[in-house]
């Protein structure tokens, strides 16, 4: 997993129908990893199953669901079955949450480090050994029976989308990597990676979730996105990451332009420190600059792979 593209379909229609047909176009292109979101409506790891079953060989991971609301027996359960369906092919991505994930549920926001660290480790010992026997302050995890899926090989990676220093050393120690959004280049570089590298024992990874569309329209398009990702905007965690790569505006951080302009974009992440880059909100503009933007990273990935550098990215 290299370059990947986040999927989000219309309200219109059989949403996980569209959603597969998505999935399979962008397998054609040569891209090599498709992502969703969790919203409060389909269920991410569920989705993620139906894709990877349907469409051979293209990894399949959520980015990312809440802890807040959920228990580690039952997210464990997802993930593995997730894993067993699509035989290895699942990435298991959480969030610490926030009030509007609480509110949902009936449940306060409160503690969150605390809550993710005990999230964490009660999953982490699920995955690795079959079973829990967790008492933390606002976790209990003991399953009488065995909580294995058979055919989940291998283990289920888990990431978190870990922006802040204390939700980042949380999982550097417990997990496997982190998937920022709207951290542009000089965050990364400066805030994230150092910072969850410091607790990691092996070099985690870094999935930088980008907004990017190719597009001849840049006004428009830029306009779009200023209304789009005006949500963001209001949440602390993506306010403060946006500050800190010395922007105002969430949009400021998207990639629009060209297939120069946004493999060169695409660039400076790599050159900060993310291992993997996925490419998100791509429908901003339609389906004609989304298939385009689509086919760039086609290009981009089938160039890293003729390519005797994997680490210089190509110009297309």
Same mark, same amino acid.
């Given at each position: 997993m *290299? ?8 309200n219109?229609?059989?949403?996980? /129908? ?14 090599e990893?498709v992502?969703?979101g969790? $919203?409060? #409506?389909? #269920? ?15 990894? &399949? ?6 802890v ?7 997210v464990s359960s997802?993930?593995q079955?997730a ?9 298991l991505g %959480?969030a610490? =949450?926030?009030?509007?994930?609480? /509110?949902?549920f009936?449940?306060?926001f409160d $503690?969150?480090?605390t +809550?993710?660290?005990?999230? %964490? ?6 995955? /690795?050994?079959?079973?829990a026997s967790f008492h933390?302050?606002l976790l209990?995890?003991t399953?009488?029976?065995p909580t294995?899926?058979?055919g989940?090989e291998p $283990?289920v990676p ?6 802040g220093?204390?939700? %980042? +050393?949380v999982?550097g120690e417990?997990?496997?990597g982190t ?16 910072v ?12 930088a979730?980008?907004?990017a569309?190719?597009?001849? #329209? ?9 209304q789009?990702l005006?949500?963001?905007e209001? &949440?602390?965690?993506y +306010?403060?990451v946006?500050?800190?790569? =010395?922007?105002? $505006?969430?949009?400021?951080l998207?990639l ?7 493999a060169?974009g695409?660039? +400076? ?11 998100t909100? *791509?429908?901003?503009?339609g389906p004609d /600059?989304?298939?385009?933007?689509w086919?760039?990273?086609?290009a981009?990935?089938?160039?890293w792979? =003729?390519?005797?550098?994997a ?6």
């Open positions: *290299t370059l990947g593209i986040a999927l989000a379909a219309s219109s229609g059989n949403y996980v /129908d569209q959603i597969v047909a998505q999935a399979r176009s962008v397998a054609e292109l040569g891209i990893s992502w969703f969790q $919203r409060m #409506d389909y #269920d991410s790891p569920a989705l993620a199953a139906i894709v990877g079953r349907e469409v051979p060989g293209v990894q &399949v991971g959520t980015s990312a669901i809440p807040v609301g959920r228990h580690p027996l039952l997802q993930a079955t894993q067993a369906a699509t035989h290895g092919r699942y990435h %959480l610490v =949450g926030s009030t509007l994930a609480a /509110d949902a009936g449940t306060a $503690r969150p480090i +809550r993710l660290r005990e999230f %964490l480790t009660a999953l982490r010992e699920l995955l /690795d050994t079959g079973t933390g302050e209990t995890v399953p009488s029976l294995t899926v058979p989940a $283990r888990v990431l978190v989308a870990a922006m220093p204390q939700a %980042l +050393r999982t417990l997990a496997d998937l920022p959004y709207l951290a542009g280049p000089k965050t990364l570089s400066e805030h994230i990676v150092p969850i590298t410091q607790t990691s024992e092996t070099a985690p990874r870094i999935v979730f980008v907004p569309v190719v597009t001849s #329209d840049v006004e428009g398009t830029r306009a779009t996105a200023a789009h005006a949500f963001y209001q &949440v602390p965690s +306010r403060r946006i500050e800190l790569e =010395g922007a105002s $505006r969430a949009a400021e998207a629009i332009g060209d297939e120069e302009t946004i060169a695409i660039q +400076r992440y790599y050159d900060a420190g993310a291992t993997e880059v996925v490419l909100t *791509t429908e901003l503009a /600059d989304q298939h385009r933007t086919a760039l990273a086609g981009l990935t089938a160039d792979a =003729g390519s005797s550098t680490a210089a990215l190509p110009t297309v």
